[in-house]
């Protein structure tokens, strides 16, 4: 993950999808100082890196699930996207929670979707 990113000033970056390349993009867009909202119906991002470590030695397994919201703080925003609404620059969770103005500035700006 060498590459700059480059957008301008002002925008809000909605990830969708916390997996291998959710997290990628999120940790690219804090590291540069990037507003985004990263958006995942889990609480943690779950990698099998050590799997085998995990299954004999007791405890361990916990070390393999890497918590959203302590990683990214208030970015992170726990829910299921059930829709995009492109138009009002919004993204609708699960149980009809809306995304835009309140917490979002203007609603986002670009959306990634990795699902
Ligand atoms: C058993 C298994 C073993 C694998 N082994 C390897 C391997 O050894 N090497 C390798 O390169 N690849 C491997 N893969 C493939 C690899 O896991 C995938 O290529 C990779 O996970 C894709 O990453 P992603 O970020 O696109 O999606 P994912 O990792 O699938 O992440 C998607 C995320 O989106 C979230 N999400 C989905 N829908 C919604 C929604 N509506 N609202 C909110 N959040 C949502 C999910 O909770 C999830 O966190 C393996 C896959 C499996 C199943």
Sequence with gaps: MGGQVSIPDGVHVVVVGGGFGGIAAAQKLKSQGVPFTLI????AF???LAGLRASVQPGFAQRTFIPFAKTFGSSFVQGRVENV???RQAVILQG???R???GWGRGFHLLVLLL
């Design 96 to 98: 009809g929670r809306v």
């Design 46 to 48: 779950h990698h099998n």
């Design 100 to 102: 835009t103005a309140d």
């Design 40 to 43: 995942d119906m889990r609480e």
């Design 85 to 87: 609404d492109p138009e």
